[in-house]
């Protein structure tokens, strides 16, 4: 197996992932469980194709997406913050809704049933960056990618840059931490909510955008494969830490990359190999789990490990 | 004292009953999303009323229609009441998909392996399942309560892993000879009765009925029910009080777990009479909506399994009578779910935007307050 | 006129195989002999029976199913509804009622095809197959291929894969790269929609695809070597057909094979010049050994017979294989 | 003197919620360079009156005019920009957060693009700060911070926001006599600087020391506005209650006392953040006596009763109660005889979104057992009897428990817990917000527990209230007991000293430096 290859793969399977994550880690950061982000980028992935189809540009797929994901969650945010829906409950209905909906879509706009490709709709062209790609290792990883992987990689800088350098990032933090306190100090919460929500409307845009148009070059029915739940996964456990999301996300593309190539090599079911993502995950949870639990067994805060 | 703050009885009106207001706001969310789904409807260039009209015709009217919507909603009641219990308790236990399907394994194993009199072999096979179910929530369980780590994100790593796991084993170790990756079936004695040829609904159904109304007598009735609210409504405030909250919040999330774990034996026992590679078109997941609608309310989960089996049994009459997809029926579900979702409360439909409630005046729903953060 | 229902399988429709071929096969039946058409779409196999019954209440002509998974439910139908006509597609050699007609596909002499043109064409010597979920039905495939590869070439590599999903195309991209990393320059892909991702991942690293049911070559010209294509079209407009001349004839079970054009590596302007002519000469020639009995394919069905007649495999078998013996 | 023209009028202002009126015809004008005082009963209808003036309540009738013009604040925003400010009694701050970004938090420095300029945020916090006479550190973490500190960072907020008017709701119900003092040093300078002060307060004698002008609420209407120079304690508490009230409880000295039902030896524990809290403590109360604890907040008092009440793990040393070691629970402490009113009633006393019933019941589960049944009937019936008795204004069986007023709030703990039959009683503030009227019978119950025979530990930051009901009093500095007085021989003076830690004598003759490292 070639290493160098594996790493570029994972850095294209996190991709998707690291839109999503960075998308909902600004709606958790804000105090939202924001479970909808596959909703999101189904429906981006839908108006990507459908309008590359139509369009044949990439640059108006792309815009199409977003707007489509950011209306959705215009809708979420409404149900939430206007008639007081449970975030949780509603952005599950909207998952559901937007799997039905873009497969009717597709029927009906583009008169096909599951899957739809065409050769209408232009390639995305990998980049092949200047110096960087002359570097030994490195060069091969992470030059020529698609330019979606690096604004995917360089939001995770720029989140971390809003949420921990502006006003409007310790308005985020704060509405998340003590949404009480940051009424009190005038902000507007619901406003701050629903900004987050919004723009996670548009990250997963681009996440679908690129799993439909840049990944690979076609719309599935349910092609996000439940991406955005992993996005969901990573971002709890880095507590919603940008770096640390992009991280854990990595962690889990890397595992994916290596349980895609393990069966050519060790002739194994491919079912156990397919757990090692999940199963690395959750033994990262329970590591992870035990050594807060120490440590705040150790200065004895309450007993109750609780909320 | 305190005349002048309570209410007296003489001013209260139907109206200002609580009940009449969940029931009341219910009806109308319903409404209201049946028109979003007409609009929809309409825009895909049908008539909304044939639509609707073949949707109940076709899962309510005629007995062979009626069975097919009973088949539909019998693993929603499980999965929904295993849900609802655990969400009551302040657990979101969003793992009822992987732990139904490990109880369906344990059921579909049990079911063909042993060779007992019925008497003995059916409990036994639902005995399985349910310990199947309960180990496949053990791991959340035992992060959540012990670790504090997230049941969220465990669960949404053990659903894969269920099915993977599950797949594994009847692709390549359990499997019975034939072109499909499935357990040997079951020997007769396992088998929960069905009642017709047009339907796999069978006596799980009962089952599934009866479980709800032990599991409404016990939440409002026992004390096992009061302490599992209490945690759910602030688990410290329970602790402090003296509930052992880690055993309580261990046992609801397994008894939860072990509930869904049922559910997979409905369907292996009554519905496949094998366990079936991936069976599930999302039970589990359903379970989720169908707890929603209820409220976490056992007696209110047959309710809501009744209208989404209604709709997914509807749906194959739908398809047979109009050029409509399967698809469709899925968003006129969960635009219910949405609707639902949101707190039209009585007040707000009656008085619209001139009551001016307080901040925070609403009754909040039962439920974890899943937010993010401090989890 | 005539009234058809079709009933997928719990996968449905857009799987971009037997139940989209199905469907060609009603659009066609639709056009050429007038006959109206349902498509039903179950979402579990639990379904199939009250599904299969509930059409049988209503007057359709003739209640056209596919999936193995809908055998027993179609038995225990047909027998309740004993005047209606049923016909089940794609499924195995044993007659399912005296009012269903079944049809058994020998997709594994395509399969052949293609895996012996694969190895003539690799030029690594290594070549890949691709499958949506580790399941008979797809091992069948793979057996074909595997034995046709064997057989054009004793010491080709064939890596076998299984994606876990019909509908991950991005998965099958991912599957199909690491595969060629491992050597493959010629996959074979037979995943439903992750096919899509599949020859998607042929055209990113330069090498081929192998389509699969339909024929795929349009979908990449250049990139995708040829398709297997299965005629499953073929047999639902065949039963509908019988319906309408009453030529009809319940219980028995129809194959289509090579020798029907039931099966055939497609080759049209998309793959032109793709495969060396000396190559298709030689498939030609395979091809008519083939349709005289002279090789036999070990099949799903009955391993033995062909695997007697080519020997056993020179390398490890792969453990499709070696569990096709219990299918 | 002419009077000043008021900043602000109320003109017959309304507010109700659903069918409840909780504000009747409120007027009230507050003056520049006025502390205005506002007292009233519990559930009179004070937070919601202010609350209606700050934007956080609409209201439903009236009018507020704020320099004459009508206004109408939506929201706490537009009243902020209009210059009022309010110190909530429930600080609303972000505990992970800095000081200095909790106050500029909505009215944030920028630079370009939008970001933060830390330095300037930090310098102008300092420098209110200093010219307020405030001590707090604009980098500090405000969860590191005292009660008092977190006040002041609440002040500050408003200050920063150039409030001209602000609203302090019971800003000393949590405060030690020193905070106090310079809590009240800070309202003279604020309102000599010309700004209007309204001081919410259950303490008539704060009231009497700090205020200019006095109103009395009672049942959502203003009952009476008074200049401070022409009333007594006397006259506001009977027109807040209707009646006269004794400001201080009568007891009899106690019986004999009996075995300790509490013992305490070398008890250490941590506090949240892994430091020492409590440093090998060690007491007792004793059957028929009732100890004050009193210390300023954060020696190591919530540390020490979580330790008891079986909340917090302790790191070592060993409790009993009613002579047995203490169990793994707090469910365990309860069945060994312990009741136990907490200081944080809206997190651990009470569960604000149940019913009053369920929370009445809690703690009592076992009188309505029927095996596994749940005597429902019979708990609701107890829950209506305990409103009744306990005067839960506004109190029905299933409302939520958040929607009672504070005070409401605090005697629905009461009288959970000094209705359970354990024969140790901890009380962690008990009359925190609740009116002249309920403290005096939360005392006398407390004695008459007492002369029952029972132990009585009452952890309070109110010197008033240790002195009007403890017969031992014992004084925790730094997580340990500086001193043990009888009640008799001692005086406030001499506690405060202790408190501060001026006379730091430890009993048991240990290093008076924090060196003794917990393991
Ligand atoms: N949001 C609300 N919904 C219903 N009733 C409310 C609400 N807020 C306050 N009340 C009621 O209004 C009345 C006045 O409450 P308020 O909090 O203003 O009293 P208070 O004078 O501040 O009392 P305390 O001294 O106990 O703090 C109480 O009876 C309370 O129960
Ligand atoms: N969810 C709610 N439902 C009904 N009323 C509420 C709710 N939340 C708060 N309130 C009311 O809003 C008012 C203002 O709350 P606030 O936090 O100021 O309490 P408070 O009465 O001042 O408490 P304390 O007595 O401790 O000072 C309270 O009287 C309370 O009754
Ligand atoms: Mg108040
Ligand atoms: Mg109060």
Request: aromatic share 8%.
């Amino acid at each position: 197996m070639d290493l160098i290859e594996i790493a570029f793969s994972a850095v294209r399977v996190s991709t998707p992932l690291v839109f999503a994550a960075m998308g909902g880690l600004l709606s958790y950061q804000a105090g939202m469980l924001n479970i909808a982000l596959d909703g999101f980028m189904i429906i981006a992935a839908f108006a990507a194709i459908a309008t590359a189809h139509f369009t044949g540009s990439l640059e108006l797929a792309i815009l199409v997406a977003v707007l489509g994901a950011t209306m959705l969650s215009a809708l979420l945010g409404v149900f939430t913050l206007k008639l007081n829906a449970d975030v949780f409950i509603a952005g599950i209905a909207i998952i559901f809704m937007a799997y039905g909906l873009t497969a009717l879509l597709l029927k009906g706009i583009l008169g096909e049933d599951g899957v739809f490709m065409s050769s209408a709709i232009p390639r995305f062209p990998t980049l092949d960056l200047p110096v960087i790609e002359s570097i030994p290792v490195v060069g091969g990883i992470v030059s020529g990618h698609t330019l979606l992987v690096y604004i995917a990689w360089l939001l995770v800088p720029l989140v971390a840059w809003c949420l921990y350098r502006t006003r409007w990032g310790l308005r985020v933090r704060m509405v998340g931490e003590a949404p009480e306190a940051a009424a009190a100090a005038g902000v507007n919460v619901d406003s701050i909510k629903f900004q987050t929500m919004l723009l996670s409307g548009v990250l997963c845009g681009f996440g679908g955008a690129y799993l439909s148009l840049a990944y690979v070059s076609l719309f599935a029915n349910q092609m996000t494969a439940e991406r955005g739940l992993i996005a969901i996964a990573a971002i709890f456990f880095a507590k919603g830490h940008p770096g640390w999301t992009a991280l854990v996300a990595l962690l889990f593309g890397l595992a994916t990359a290596l349980s895609v190539r393990l069966p050519q090599v060790t002739g194994a079911a491919p079912q156990l190999l397919q757990l090692i993502p999940y199963v690395v995950t959750v033994a990262a949870l329970i590591i992870v789990g035990f050594r807060t639990a120490r440590s705040r067994s150790k200065h004895g805060a309450w007993k109750f490990g609780w909320n | 004292m305190s005349a002048e703050v309570s209410v007296p009885p003489a001013r209260r009106s139907i109206t200002a009953s609580p009940i009449f207001g969940k029931i009341a706001a219910s009806l109308v969310a319903l409404f209201i999303s049946f028109l979003l789904g007409a609009l929809l409807v309409l825009a895909l260039g049908e008539s909304p009323l044939e639509v609707y009209g073949l949707l109940i015709s076709g899962s309510l009217v005629g007995m062979p229609n009626f069975l097919v919507t009973l088949q539909m909603m019998s693993p929603l009641i499980f999965t929904g009441l295993a849900v609802a219990i655990s969400f009551r308790a302040g657990l979101a236990n969003i793992g009822a998909e992987g732990q139904m399907l490990v109880g369906a394994l344990c059921a579909g194993y049990v079911g063909y392996a042993v060779e007992l009199p019925a008497l003995i072999h059916l409990p036994l096979c639902l005995l399985a399942a349910f310990v199947g179910g309960l180990v496949w929530a053990l791991l959340p369980a035992l992060l959540r309560v012990y670790l504090n780590v997230n049941e969220i994100v465990v669960c949404l790593m053990m659903n894969p892993i269920a099915l993977l796991l599950t797949g594994y084993l009847s692709t390549r170790v359990l499997k019975a000879p034939g072109p499909t990756n499935k357990l040997p079936d079951i020997q007769p004695t396992a088998e929960l009765s069905t009642f017709s040829l047009f339907s796999q609904a069978n006596t799980g159904l009962i089952f599934a009925l009866v479980l709800c109304l032990i599991f409404a007598v016990v939440n409002v009735r026992t004390m096992r029910g009061f302490e599992w609210q209490m945690i759910g409504k602030n688990a410290k405030f329970a602790y402090y009080g003296g509930v052992d909250v880690r055993r309580r919040a261990l046992t609801v999330f397994l008894v939860s777990g072990g509930i869904a774990g049922l559910a997979g034996a409905e369907q292996v026992l009554g519905q496949y009479r094998a366990y079936y590679d991936d069976f599930s078109p999302g039970y589990g997941f359903d379970g989720i909506a169908v707890a929603m609608l209820a409220q976490f309310n056992p007696l209110a989960v047959p309710l809501a399994a009744l209208l989404f089996g209604a709709l997914n049994g509807g749906s194959a009459v739908l398809q047979m009578m109009t050029g409509l997809s399967k698809h469709l029926v899925q968003v006129l579900q969960f635009i219910v779910v949405l609707v639902l979702a949101a707190k039209l409360s009585w007040d707000w439909l009656k008085l619209g935007r001139s009551q001016t409630a307080a901040p925070g005046s609403d009754p909040p729903a039962e439920g974890p307050h899943v937010t993010a953060g401090d989890r | 006129e005539i009234k058809v229902a079709m009933v997928t399988s719990e996968s449905g429709l857009g799987d971009r195989s037997f139940n989209d071929m199905m469907l060609a096969g009603m659009e066609r039946a639709e056009e050429e002999l007038g006959a109206e058409f349902v498509v039903i779409q179950p979402r579990a196999v639990s379904e199939f029976q009250s599904t299969l019954a509930r059409a049988a209440g209503q007057d359709f002509d003739i209640i056209i199913g596919s999936s193995f998974d809908m055998i027993e439910p179609m038995r225990a139908v047909a027998e309740a509804f004993p005047d209606q006509a049923f016909g089940l597609v794609d499924v195995g050699p044993e007659p399912i009622a005296d009012n269903v007609v079944s049809t058994v596909t020998k997709d594994w002499e395509g399969s052949f095809l293609v895996g012996w043109i694969a190895a003539k064409e690799t030029e690594t010597g290594t070549i890949g197959f691709v499958g949506g979920a580790d399941i008979p039905i797809i091992h069948r495939f793979f057996i074909g291929y595997y034995y046709g590869a064997k057989m054009a070439n004793p010491d080709v590599e064939v890596i076998e894969t299984y994606t876990g999903s019909f509908t991950d195309p991005a998965g099958g991209k991912e599957y199909t790269l690491a595969n060629v990393a491992e050597g493959a320059d010629i996959n074979f892909a037979v995943a439903g929609a992750t096919s899509a991702g599949v020859i998607d991942g042929a055209v990113e690293s330069g090498t081929f695809a192998i389509g699969v049911d339909s024929n795929q070559n349009y979908m990449a010209p250049g990139s995708v070597l040829t398709s297997m294509v299965k005629r499953v079209d073929t047999q639902a407009y065949d039963m509908i057909a019988s319906v309408a001349d009453d030529s009809f004839q319940g219980g028995s079970v129809l194959y289509y094979g090579l020798a029907e054009d039931g099966v055939a590596a497609a080759m049209d302007e998309h793959n032109e010049g793709l495969i060396a002519d000396e190559v298709l000469a030689e498939v030609e020639e395979l091809r008519q050994k083939l349709l005289d009995g002279e090789i036999v394919v070990p099949n799903y069905f009955d391993l033995e017979a062909g695997q007697e007649m080519m020997g056993e495999p020179p390398m490890a078998t792969p453990p499709s294989v070696r569990n096709a013996s219990e299918l | 003197m002419s009077e000043p023209a008021p900043v602000i009028e109320m003109r017959n202002v309304v507010k109700r919620f659903g069918d409840f009126t909780a504000i009747h015809d409120a007027n009230i004008d507050l003056r520049p360079g006025e502390i205005h005082a506002l007292v009233g009963e519990n559930g009179a209808g004070k937070s919601t009156l202010m609350n209606v003036l700050y934007g956080l309540l609409p209201r439903s009738g009236g009018e507020v005019l704020l320099r004459g013009e009508p206004v109408d604040y939506g929201s706490p925003n537009e009243a902020i920009a209009a210059g009022i400010g309010m110190v909530p009694q429930h600080f609303k701050l972000a505990n992970s957060f800095t000081v200095a970004e909790n106050i500029i938090l909505g009215s944030e420095p920028t630079r370009g693009f939008n970001r933060l300029d830390r330095r300037r945020a930090a310098e102008e916090t300092a420098e209110i700060s200093r010219r307020f006479g405030l001590e707090v550190q604009p980098g500090d973490v405000v969860g590191d911070l005292a009660v008092g500190l977190r006040q002041q960072v609440e002040i500050l907020k408003t200050l920063y926001r150039k409030a001209e008017v602000l609203i302090f709701d019971e800003p000393t119900a949590v405060l030690t006599p020193q905070e106090t003092r310079e809590l009240f040093n800070t309202m003279r300078n604020l309102a000599a600087a010309g700004n209007t002060i309204v001081f919410i307060t259950h303490k008539l004698g704060e009231v009497l020391a700090v205020s200019d002008r006095i109103s009395v609420m009672k049942q959502g209407r203003i009952v009476a506005t008074l200049d401070n120079r022409d009333v007594t304690a006397q006259q506001i508490a009977a027109l807040m209650v209707g009646r006269s009230v004794i400001l201080r409880v009568d007891k009899a000295p106690p019986s004999e006392l009996g075995a300790p039902l509490l013992r305490i030896r070398d008890l250490c524990a941590r506090g949240e953040r892994g430091e020492v809290a409590v440093d090998n403590l060690s007491l007792d109360v004793r059957a028929g006596e009732i100890v004050g604890l009193a210390g300023v907040q954060g020696n190591g008092q919530d540390e020490l009763v979580e330790c008891i009440a079986g909340l917090r793990r302790r790191a070592s040393g060993d409790i009993e109660i009613c002579g047995k070691p203490t169990g793994r629970t707090p469910g365990d402490n309860r069945d060994l005889g312990l009741a136990y009113v907490p200081a944080d009633r809206a997190h651990v006393g009470l569960s604000l979104e149940s019913g009053l019933w369920e929370n009445l019941s809690i703690g009592h589960l076992e009188s309505f057992r029927w095996g596994p049944f749940m005597r429902t009937g019979a708990a609701r019936k107890r829950a209506g009897e305990l409103i009744e008795r306990f005067d839960v204004r506004g109190g029905e069986i299933d409302k939520f428990a958040g929607s009672l007023s504070g005070g409401n709030q605090q005697k629905v703990q009461i009288a959970r817990e000094l209705t359970r039959p354990a024969p140790l009683i901890i009380a962690e503030q008990p009359s925190q917000g609740v009116d002249i009227g309920a403290i005096e019978s939360i005392h006398r119950i407390l004695v008459e527990m007492r002369d029952a025979g029972r132990a009585v530990f009452v952890i309070s930051a109110d010197l008033d209230e240790i002195f009007s009901i403890s017969d031992r009093i014992l004084v925790i500095y730094r997580g340990r007991i500086v001193a043990d007085l009888a009640a008799e021989d001692t005086d406030q003076e001499e506690v405060g000293r202790y408190m501060g830690g001026l006379e730091d004598r430890p009993r048991d003759g240990a290093s008076p430096e924090r060196t003794a490292h917990v393991g």
